[in-house]
């Protein structure tokens, strides 16, 4: 079955706010955790990455969280835009091998 | 913007036919994959290459056959199309580097 899942299928979000977009995964051996963002009628984008070993990192206007006790991935992105409308993915890879296993998405929704 | 093409982006076809989805990518990456992805779906990686010569089977068991006889191109073949392909599939390449793939537009096939 599938090692990575999220919370929620959809999120709606003010536009200016702060978005949250969770994800669960089981799968102790992962090696990096990824997100990605599918606008519609586009292939998945690639957002930010983040290894086991690391807890946090920054992007432009992102940042993901890894907490490894609750096995718990998170994306917030700041000053949500109109542009972040997407379908989010998390990802993971094992054994530092090439393929990546994706978890259903989150449709996100930015209000005006 | 990656520079990976997916042809068609449509194609609607009859049960029994034979069907060749094209990729191309010119990025020089030695990596593919095939993705199948239901709309708002996650997706399923259906096949791989890690170069010229090299296929395998990816997680989700698929009737469709890939070969890799040059670096840029990884057309998946289905020799009697079904309903039951009726999906969307995603090529995507990577180069150095476990987590980010570059994705093309998509194929979106519907067998009736």
């Known amino acids: 079955g599938e090692s990575v899942g999220l919370h929620l299928p959809t999120l709606s979000v003010q536009e200016g706010d702060n978005s949250i977009i969770n994800c669960a995964y089981s799968?102790?051996?992962?090696?990096?955790f990824i997100w990605y963002k599918q606008e519609s009628g586009k292939g998945p984008q690639f957002i930010i990455d983040?290894?086991?070993?690391?807890d946090k990192r920054q992007g432009q206007r992102v940042t993901v969280l890894l907490n490894k006790t609750v096995k718990h991935l998170s994306l917030q992105i700041a000053a949500t835009q109109p542009g972040d409308s997407a379908v989010y993915f998390c990802?993971?890879?094992?054994?530092?091998?090439?393929?990546?296993?994706f978890g259903a998405g989150t449709t996100v929704t930015v209000r005006a | 913007e990656a520079d990976i093409y997916q042809t068609p982006r449509y194609l609607v076809i009859g049960t029994g036919k034979k069907i060749t989805l094209e990729c191309s990518q010119t990025?020089?990456?030695?990596?593919m994959y095939w993705y199948q992805q239901d709309p708002g779906m996650e997706l399923h990686l259906i096949h791989y290459?890690?170069?010229?010569?090299?296929?395998e089977k990816g997680d989700l068991s698929s009737e469709s056959t890939v070969s890799r006889i040059r670096t840029e191109h990884f057309p998946l073949t289905l020799e009697s199309a079904r309903p039951s392909h009726t999906s969307q599939y995603l090529c995507a390449s990577s180069g150095l580097g476990p987590t980010k793939q570059y994705f093309g537009p998509g194929t979106r096939l519907t067998v009736t």
């Open positions: 290459s890690y170069g010229v010569n090299s296929t």
């Open positions: 799968n102790s051996a992962s090696d990096y």
């Open positions: 990025m020089g990456h030695d990596k």
């Open positions: 990802a993971e890879n094992i054994h530092n091998d090439y393929k990546l296993s």
């Open positions: 983040i290894r086991s070993n690391m």
